[in-house]
C-alpha cells in the first residue's frame, strides 16, 4: 500500500501547500499520524529569520488535516474551530521541518486532532492541538480554483 494513495492527487498543487513548502512524506494508518516535510521559504519570514508565529500555524494546521484527509481516504477534510499552538524554536529560513500531525479522535461531529514541528535531528519547534469539524473535501474545480 502506498503512503501516496493517503494524498489527494490535486494536494501538491494547492496554493498554501507552494506557500509553505509542503511535501507529503507519508501515512501511517495504524496510528492515524500523517508525516510531512517543508522547506522554510524567504517569504514566510520576519526580520528575525524564522517563520512568522501565525504563519507556523499553517504548517501546523497543514499536517494535521492531512492526517485526517488521509484517514479518510482523501474523502474528507476538518474545519477548524480552534487551534491552540506552542511556539517552542525559530524555524529558520531555509531549513527543512519535519510536520507530524495526528488524529487523536476522528468522530461524526467533532475531530480532535495534534501536531508537532521538528528540525531534521528531532528538536520539537512547536506542537498544536485542533478542535475541527468533518467536512466533504472540496475539489479545486468544486471552488472555483481551477
Not at 111 to 122: D, K, N, P
Request: zero cysteines.
Amino acid at each position: 500500500m502506498s503512503d501516496q494513495q493517503f494524498y489527494p492527487a490535486d494536494g501538491a498543487d494547492s496554493p498554501h501547500s507552494s506557500l509553505l513548502g509542503s511535501e507529503f512524506v507519508g501515512f501511517d494508518e495504524e496510528t492515524a499520524t500523517a508525516t510531512m516535510r517543508f522547506t522554510v521559504l524567504k517569504q514566510m519570514t520576519t526580520w528575525r529569520g524564522g517563520v512568522q508565529g501565525g504563519l507556523v500555524a499553517g504548517y501546523l494546521d497543514d499536517v494535521m488535516g492531512y492526517a485526517y484527509v488521509a484517514m479518510t481516504g482523501g474523502e474528507q477534510a476538518p474545519l477548524n474551530l480552534e487551534i491552540s499552538m506552542q511556539l517552542l524554536g525559530l524555524l529558520p529560513e531555509g531549513a527543512t521541518i519535519i510536520g507530524k500531525g495526528r488524529v487523536v479522535r476522528g468522530g461524526r461531529r467533532v475531530i480532535f486532532l495534534e501536531g508537532e514541528l521538528q528540525t531534521e535531528e528531532g528538536q520539537v519547534l512547536a506542537r498544536a492541538t485542533s478542535t475541527a469539524i468533518p467536512t466533504m473535501r472540496p475539489t479545486p474545480t468544486e471552488t472555483g480554483m481551477r
